[in-house]
């Protein structure tokens, strides 16, 4: 099994990049609304907390979580945004204590887990580094959100090889998600990273193929732009249809960004 060190660690380093954007915000500035609909700055972080809190929980306490769960169905259209109001109701620097304390808790029990261990989760149970990489996806999306509201342009890292692992692999996700039947052929999905190496997934010779920056991928498949406004391009039919409808988290897919008319 390959160390999962790194993953941790990029965790880590996302979760502390977002600290940086949000720590020294006066309070009235954490009630900026976001591009997600009645959600301020206080709300994403405060969701961020609670699904921490929860990953923190499963890895722990399984039991417990197993209870949280029975919970978020008995209220499935509420459950989510029932957390991220709780938090964002509170004094930001309480939230953002919260915050800080809730991760670095969940980042030393999943380096302290057993090899192998495999967690319940809302979907399919999660070992270790598959948990650390939906919680990047996630910070990053949210630190996304924050980002937006605040106006702030944020240098992209090599950590979005994460993001676009998750959104190439819940490809047959998506199609469903939507009602459609998922192709049956592999798609090639080639993207520049931000340090300009390229990242290749699927074969070389597939017909349907995706091509574009690793950042605007990205930025596709958690939904926070539209495909008007990114430089990412389809060849072939269904990967073109895949571009309209991709999502890398579980759920519904939402409305998603309204577009801008210009690219990246």
């Known amino acids: 099994m390959a160390d999962p060190t790194p993953v941790y660690d990029d965790l880590h380093a996302e979760s502390d990049e977002l600290d940086r954007l949000v720590a020294e915000l006066e309070p009235e500035r954490w009630a900026l609304p976001t591009p997600a609909a009645r959600w301020t700055v206080a709300h994403q972080i405060a969701h961020l907390a ?14 417990g979580f197993r209870e949280v769960v029975e919970k978020a ?20 620097a309480e939230l953002l204590a919260r915050w800080r304390e809730g991760r670095a808790a969940l980042d030393a029990a999943l380096r302290a887990a057993p ?13 270790g580094p598959s948990m650390a ?10 630190g996304q959100d924050v980002a937006d509201a605040l106006g702030v342009a944020r240098e992209p890292t090599d950590r979005l090889r994460h993001v676009v692992r998750i959104g190439v692999r819940a490809r047959n996700f998506a199609f469903g998600v939507h009602g459609l039947t998922p192709p049956a052929e592999e798609f090639r999905v080639e993207l520049v990273a931000p340090s300009g190496e390229v990242w290749g997934h699927g074969p070389e010779d597939a017909a349907q ?27 072939g039919a269904d990967a073109d249809r895949w571009l309209d409808i991709a999502q890398a988290f579980a759920g519904p897919p939402g409305t998603g960004r309204e577009p801008r008319g210009t690219a990246r």
């Open 50 to 63: 609670w699904t921490d809190r929860s990953a923190l929980l499963t890895v722990t306490d399984p039991d």
């Open 73 to 92: 169905l008995a209220a499935p259209d509420s459950f989510v945004d029932d957390g991220a109001e709780e938090g964002a109701a509170l004094p930001p």
């Open 115 to 127: 090899s192998g261990a495999r967690f319940p989760w809302y979907g399919p149970p999660m070992s």
């Open 133 to 142: 990489t939906g919680r990047i996806m996630e910070t990053w999306a949210h």
């Open 209 to 235: 193929r995706v091509t574009g920056t690793a950042v605007d991928f990205c930025l596709l498949v958690t939904r926070r732009a539209h495909r008007a406004d990114l430089a990412v391009e389809a060849t």
